[in-house]
């Protein structure tokens, strides 16, 4: 069986969240929870283990109290001490990943200050110029819109799609076809 765990470790991990974290409707006022917290963690800096009945109970009646205004009313009807500690527990592991910078990219990379990073460009369609010329693209167009114009124009002069095609039609979907490189 797994080991709750300390209720003062988890309000030490809290206490600078609740400044932070946003929720929409507080019955009491915010800064009067950051006031308890940190009245709290006074008390349990000058505490010795193990702590005095009346300590751990106002301890555990605070947890409860922004455990009810913290988390939706669905999320868990009646909730045990143990459970309250976890839901704080759980979110807190999400909040402090979430908190953290992500990893910085290589010297490499790196811009100078007021600078824009320019994102990777894509690259060129490796097509001759003739069938460019022939889909009306620019001779610099990008491999997704070579890509995407090809697929329309086969779709607009198939044979098969279209049997009322003119000669001219069926001669320039051929000539497209032989210049088209896979």
Same mark, same amino acid.
């Given at each position: ?5 300390? #209720?003062?470790?988890? /309000? ?10 946003? *929720? !929409? ?18 008390? /349990?800096?000058?505490? $010795? ?6 300590? +751990? ?9 922004? *455990?009810?205004?913290?988390? #939706?009313?669905?999320?868990? +009807?009646?909730?045990?001490?143990? =459970?309250? %500690? ?5 979110w807190l592991g999400i909040a402090e990943r979430w908190s953290h910078e992500? &990893? ?6 790196r811009t100078q200050p007021g600078q824009r990073r320019r994102a990777p460009? =894509? ?5 001759? #110029?003739? %069938?460019? $010329?022939?889909? $009306? %693209? ?9 890509? +995407? !114009? ?12 279209? &049997?009322?095609?003119?000669? =001219? ?5 051929? =000539?497209?076809?032989? /210049?088209?490189?896979?």
């Amino acid at each position: 069986m797994a080991v709750p765990p300390n #209720p003062s470790v988890v /309000l030490r991990r809290l206490h600078p969240w609740l400044g932070r974290a946003v *929720h !929409t409707r507080w019955s009491v006022r915010r800064s009067l929870y950051q006031e308890e917290a940190e009245a709290l963690l006074h008390a /349990l800096a000058r505490a $010795r283990h193990p702590l005095p009945g009346e300590l +751990t109970f106002r301890l555990e009646r605070f947890l409860r109290r922004l *455990h009810h205004e913290w988390f #939706p009313r669905t999320w868990r +009807t009646d909730p045990s001490f143990a =459970e309250v %500690l976890e839901d704080f527990r759980w979110w807190l592991g999400i909040a402090e990943r979430w908190s953290h910078e992500p &990893p910085r990219a290589s010297r490499r990379g790196r811009t100078q200050p007021g600078q824009r990073r320019r994102a990777p460009a =894509e690259p060129l369609a490796k097509q001759s #110029p003739r %069938l460019l $010329r022939l889909l $009306r %693209l620019p001779p610099d167009c990008t491999a997704r819109h070579f890509t +995407t !114009t090809w697929r329309r124009f086969l779709k607009a002069n198939h044979p098969d799609l279209n &049997p009322d095609q003119t000669a =001219e039609e069926r001669r320039r979907f051929a =000539e497209a076809v032989a /210049l088209w490189r896979r």
